[in-house]
């Protein structure tokens, strides 16, 4: 993880399972870019996928590689926003790498559940 670029102060570092939907997500510049939707995970087996963040552009999935920290008021990604894919049913071919495709299909799977 890298030094918390946003700001203000984010607290402590946390673990991804105690991350509150609606905590802010902030891209590598500190820019504010949205907010937690949900986070993507594999409890079971304790795999961290991403997180599904809500912009006022619509919903991206940030994959766990692209999350730099962790915090209890904040969560910094290690790009800008619009370099995050949007969550799909059917991911485009060119992001299989890394088990991507699997964690966008979970996110729009989220997406269109009711809740």
């Known amino acids: 993880m890298t030094q918390n670029e946003a700001p203000e ?12 939907d609606g905590t802010p997500v902030f891209d590598k510049s500190g ?3 949205g907010k937690v939707e949900h986070v993507i995970a594999d409890e079971q087996e304790d795999i961290f996928h991403g997180l599904l963040v809500k912009t006022r552009d619509g ?4 994959p766990a590689s692209k999350v730099s920290g962790i915090f209890e008021h904040g969560v910094i990604l290690t790009v800008p926003i619009a370099d ?13 790498d890394d088990g991507l495709r699997d ?4 996110a729009w799977n989220w997406l269109v559940q009711p809740h």
């Open 9 to 20: 102060d984010l607290g402590e570092p946390i673990a991804y399972v105690v991350l509150q």
């Open 31 to 33: 820019t504010r870019a």
């Open 59 to 62: 919903h991206r999935f940030a």
């Open 84 to 96: 995050l894919p949007e969550p799909s049913e059917d991911p485009p071919a060119d992001l299989a």
């Open 103 to 106: 964690s966008l299909k979970r």
